[in-house]
């Protein structure tokens, strides 16, 4: 499973992520983007679900300061 992680101390708020991985990921009221976990809570943490690789892939692409991995995740046995 993959997953798509924000680094908050990088992002500067510029909202490309949550526009190209709309509406899974929204933005805070400062244009922080922001995922919503199982639980409805807001995390920087986002698993990915079938078809969303390609969309996390470009919005990593053109985060501007590269705030934004892509990662491989082994999923709680
Ligand atoms: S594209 Fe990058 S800098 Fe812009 S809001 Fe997303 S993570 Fe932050």
Do not use: F, H, K, N
């Not at 400062?30 to 995390?43: H, Q």
Request: contains cysteine.
């Amino acid at each position: 499973m993959q997953e798509l992680r924000i680094d908050m101390s990088a992002c500067v708020a510029r909202g490309l992520c949550s526009e190209v991985l709309a509406p899974r990921l929204g933005r805070d009221e400062w244009g922080y983007p922001w995922a919503v976990d199982e639980s409805g809570r807001g995390t920087t943490r986002m698993p990915l679900v079938a078809g969303e690789e390609r969309a996390a892939r470009e919005a990593a692409r053109l985060c501007p300061v590269r705030a934004l991995l892509l990662t491989r995740v082994t999923p709680a046995a």
